[in-house]
């Protein structure tokens, strides 16, 4: 029986960090196919969850081994400062992390394509979905679980976990939007939509404002961006509803205030630009999507005041009317995320064996000075202005 039982651990632990490796391997590269990326790291994360909650049979309570190998990980928006832990579960949360991360950078990749299938997209919306659910289980759940959730900042605060969530799904939902632009659905619907998401980015930039500022700011500014820009559209789209029931005062008071919002996305644009710290170059301004709003905004509020002025001499109000309160279809929401099962291959006997193993041992990766992590090398994602797309409207998403 502990012949058969040392051979069993053998192959697990082989099989475990053959699986570590191949998966560290596939998110290095957004360009990794989603399917083997899925298959594998649910074959890891499963074999894991023997070591920390035992056998199959007895899930849910805490495994013997869980705290036999030291696991050390960087966080995302604190440089190369190094979270190290004598838990595997924080082994399990650092690998979720960075597939939901992964999950990000792959929707990216396919979206920077200048023209977009329409498979692609819907594998962008996706994706981005399948990430929201993993942090979402991270937060709710694995997080939870932890014997010492680390320093604030860190990628198991609560708040960097949230602030994930909502760009998840606000990025689901700039597919939705993006489409329902270019089929040319009614303006209710796009202006809906557009407050939707203009809500979603300012309450993850909520989640980031109490945060370290010089670790978290550029992201917060993302977010600023993403608010002003939608919230430009929201107003642009109601005010062209509004316009088609001759209420054209309300119409000059909502592209009033979406001309605002666009002046004020563009100004943190360029402040976005120049900023250092966690996040990528780019300049949104000059993308085809931000730069086709100004000009139909500029040219509806111009047609509105001279009609105004010769057809209908409506007062204009001092504020625009409020933005529809939800759309009533269209909203991106994370896609659940569950934990894969403990591997049935660990049994009493294996774990048994690998305890005996480790006994007396130092623990694994255990070290008197914390050694520096080098950044692993990723290939870039491109956040250069994309050739203008063959749309009318600038969207990428057809």
């Known amino acids: 029986m502990f012949v058969q039982a040392w051979f069993l651990y053998v192959h697990l632990h082989r099989e475990l960090k053959e699986k570590r490796t191949k998966l560290l391997g596939l998110i290095r590269s957004p360009e990794s196919d989603l399917a083997e990326v899925t298959t594998v790291s649910t074959e890891y994360i499963s074999t894991l969850r023997g070591i920390i909650q035992g056998p199959a049979e007895e899930a849910g309570k805490e495994g013997g081994i869980r705290h036999l190998v030291v696991f050390r990980w960087t966080n995302t928006v604190q440089g190369k400062k190094v979270s190290e832990f004598l838990d595997a579960q924080f082994e399990l949360v650092s690998v979720l992390l960075n597939i939901g991360l992964w999950h990000m950078k792959h929707a990216a990749h396919l979206a920077a394509n200048p023209d977009v299938a329409m498979e692609e997209a819907k594998e962008v919306h996706r994706t981005l979905r399948i990430a929201a659910g993993i942090f979402t289980a991270l937060k709710d759940s694995e997080v939870q679980k932890l014997h010492d959730a680390g320093d604030k900042g860190a990628d198991t605060d609560v ?217 692993v090398p990723e290939p870039n994602v491109s956040t250069e202005p994309a050739p203008a797309p063959s749309t009318s409207s600038g969207c990428v998403i057809s």
């Open 159 to 375: 708040r960097i976990l949230d602030a994930y969530v909502m760009q998840c799904q606000a990025e689901a939902q700039e597919v939705t939007l993006a489409r329902a632009i270019e089929l040319k659905h009614k303006h209710s619907l796009v202006s809906a939509l557009a407050a939707e998401t203009s809500k979603m980015f300012m309450i993850g930039g909520d989640h980031l404002s109490t945060l370290d500022q010089l670790q978290v700011g550029k992201w917060h500014k993302y977010m600023a961006i993403k608010d002003e820009f939608y919230k430009a559209y929201a107003y642009c789209y109601l005010g062209l509803e509004v316009l088609t029931q001759d209420k054209c005062g309300e119409a000059i008071a909502c592209l009033r205030e979406s001309s605002r919002a666009y002046a004020a996305a563009e100004k943190l644009s360029r402040e976005y630009g120049s900023m250092k710290g966690p996040g990528t170059h780019a300049r949104p301004q000059e993308h085809i999507f931000f730069r086709k709003l100004g000009p139909l905004v500029k040219s509806t509020l111009e047609k509105c005041e001279h009609e105004n002025g010769f057809i209908y001499f409506h007062k204009v109000p001092d504020q625009p009317p409020e933005l529809p309160v939800k759309a009533t279809f269209g909203l991106a929401s994370a896609e659940p995320y569950s934990i894969p099962p403990v591997n049935p291959a660990w049994t009493e006997d294996a774990l048994k064996t690998l305890k005996a193993a480790r006994s007396g041992e130092k623990p694994q990766g255990a070290s008197a000075v914390a050694e520096e992590i080098k950044p």
